[in-house]
């Protein structure tokens, strides 16, 4: 299984069904990601599927995290898939069943946010999920 694949799924995932919130329902968002994903296999998409649900579950609580910590950017201001990825991110270090391992999450978060992200995007990602980190008992 490659979580690497798993999680670009589910972050193109989180991204389609922000912006297509009433039309968009999680298996067709999940179907257009995965066409977009290279290399995903099969066992991937449980993990997939899992990130988007946990994401989705915590929302709440996610969000007033990035809003207590990112002081000088509004949630609602930041870049669609800077704050997917840091929502993500945090699921995986804070929420999931068996967690991540912070540094691993937050690693996996700035590879996407190079991909995925504007010229600054990994810096800022890498800022705000440090800075969350200190809240991740693990």
Known sequence: MSR???REAALLTLFQLEFDAGEA???????LAIDEVEGIKEN????AHALVQGTR???AEIDAEIARLAKEWKLHRMAA???N???MAYYEMRYQEEPIDPPVAINEAVE???KY???DASRYVNGILAAMQKSVQV
């Open 112 to 114: 996407l946010a190079k």
């Open 57 to 59: 579950t915590h929302l």
């Open 25 to 31: 329902s999680e298996e067709k968002a999940s179907e």
């Open 44 to 47: 991937d998409l449980s993990y």
């Open 117 to 119: 992200g504007s010229d």
């Open 81 to 83: 898939v800077d704050r």
């Open 4 to 6: 690497r694949h798993a």
């Open 85 to 87: 990825l840091i929502r």
